[in-house]
T-cell receptor, first 116, second 112 residues
Framework: GAVVSQHPSWVICKSGTSVKIECRSLDFQATTMFWYRQFPKQSLMLMAT?????????EQGVEKDKFLINHASLTLSTLTVTSAHPEDSSFYICSADADLTNQPQHFGDGTRLSIL | KQEVTQIPAALSVPEGENLVLNCSFT??????LQWFRQDPGKGLTSLLL?????REQTSGRLNASLDKSSGRSTLYIAASQPGDSATYLCAVSNQAGTALIFGKGTTLSVSS
């Protein structure tokens, strides 16, 4: 079945560091990928929609200059949290749409980001 | 704006019980609905996908129903086991190729 690989799975770093998270579709091409964030005991909230070859679309309240998204190929999207601060600590997870009718979206295993 | 609500927020049952998790959504014009399982600190495991034209889907001990007109879905788990303990998330998609809108989940604990 379709697989999405997300890396790294866990990051601990100092405040002010920039962190890059990768999301790869391993056996299918995805023109669209989605980035979600989940705070403890909260639901997953969409941060942005990543479109191959064009700019990402950000949800209201998400700073595009802080959360940089690059979708340079049909199998890879990256999210860079720039100058991360403790309030950015969260669980970040990506999903990819295989553009196939009647198929579910496929999710990565997520990245737990802890900023000290 | 689509909103997804899950009731109850938490549920504790003894092993062997049958149980029902509830999900409601405010805009009935959905494309599909998915149920996921999330273990603590982990990603999502897709359990069942129901298209807007379907009424239910089954996989093993799981059965999900969809009543689009009333904006409701239920996840039925038969003969629950301790290994079923996890958070169950309901999510809807309003259009093909768009992001999912999630509920807050129901955290299930099955005791042996």
């Amino acid at each position: 079945g379709a697989v999405v690989s997300q890396h790294p799975s866990w990051v601990i770093c100092k405040s002010g560091t920039s962190v890059k998270i990768e999301c790869r579709s391993l056996d299918f091409q995805a023109t669209t990928m989605f980035w979600y964030r989940q705070f403890p005991k909260q639901s997953l909230m969409l941060m942005a929609t990543s479109n191959e070859g064009s700019k990402a679309t950000y949800e209201q309240g998400v700073e595009k200059d802080k959360f940089l998204i690059n979708h340079a190929s049909l199998t890879l999207s990256t999210l860079t949290v720039t100058s991360a601060h403790p309030e950015d600590s969260s669980f970040y997870i990506c999903s990819a749409d295989a553009d196939l009718t009647n198929q579910p979206q496929h999710f990565g295993d997520g990245t737990r980001l802890s900023i000290l | 704006k689509q909103e997804v609500t899950q009731i109850p927020a938490a549920l504790s049952v003894p092993e062997g019980e049958n149980l029902v998790l509830n999900c409601s959504f405010t805009d009935s014009a959905i494309y599909n609905l998915q149920w996921f399982r999330q273990d603590p600190g982990k990603g999502l495991t897709s359990l069942l996908l129901i298209q807007s034209s379907q009424r239910e889907q089954t996989s093993g001990r799981l059965n999900a129903s969809l009543d689009k007109s009333s904006g409701r879905s239920t996840l039925y788990i038969a003969a629950s086991q301790p290994g079923d303990s996890a958070t169950y998330l309901c999510a809807v998609s309003n259009q093909a190729g768009t992001a999912l809108i999630f509920g807050k989940g129901t955290t299930l604990s099955v005791s042996s």
